[in-house]
């Protein structure tokens, strides 16, 4: 498009092309979150980690429901092609190096936890841009959305916790390693956020 001096301009955004992006970008990072932690799940079956990775394969499934309901509450398609493509990136990401060429190693445990919190981080994102968008379309409905983000808090709480335990076994020397709480029992520091980014979700 052409200004009145000839010169070109960007066309105008288009609100309703852009959100469409938006959520098909966020779903398709939930299905490769989606992968991770039922793979987590399967590996720490019969470890501390399990029950709660159990809990969150479950919770994950219903975030992504949800998501799919408020997608089309939205008229917005889902591309199941992007969640193809991210699933396929995940599976990739498994020969991230972790220190050893085939078999896992702790540093897996670490890299994988690291992961899955940034995945919850984004999706909590997510759910605080659909809140503000719901202050002026009520086809959003506040109270889902909130509920939804109090939940991706708890989610990433408790996957900080798996994860300094994680790195305490992996990293910190025997003689420095420390008894950690149970997850989820709000262990006394501080948390420096994460930065928010889609599945890498």
């Not at 079956?45 to 990775?53: I, K, T």
């Not at 969150?56 to 969640?83: C, F, N, Q």
Request: aromatic share 2%; proline share 5%; charged share 30%.
């Amino acid at each position: 498009m052409l200004s009145d001096h000839g010169r070109s301009r960007s066309p105008s955004p288009d609100p309703d092309r852009l959100l469409r992006i938006y959520l098909n970008d966020h779903y398709a990072g939930s299905a490769a979150g989606d992968a991770l932690v039922r793979r987590m799940a399967r590996v720490h079956e019969q470890g501390p980690a399990g029950a709660r990775l159990r809990a969150l394969v479950d919770e994950i499934a219903e975030d992504r429901t949800s998501l799919v309901e408020i997608m089309a509450s939205l008229d917005v398609p889902v591309m199941r092609t992007r969640a193809l493509v991210l699933r396929c990136a995940e599976r990739v990401g498994r020969a991230k190096l972790n220190g050893r060429l085939v078999s896992r190693s702790p540093l897996s445990d670490v890299l994988e936890f690291e992961s899955l919190r940034l995945g919850v981080e984004g999706k909590l994102a997510l759910w605080r841009s659909l809140r503000e968008l719901a202050r002026g379309d009520d086809r959003i409905d506040a109270g889902t959305v909130d509920r939804l983000a109090a939940r991706a808090e708890h989610q990433s709480a408790q996957l900080e916790d798996l994860r300094l335990a994680a790195v305490d076994l992996a990293l910190a020397p025997s003689a420095q390693r420390a008894p950690h709480p149970p997850s989820g029992t709000g262990r006394q520091r501080s948390h420096r956020p994460f930065v928010k980014v889609r599945w890498a979700s």
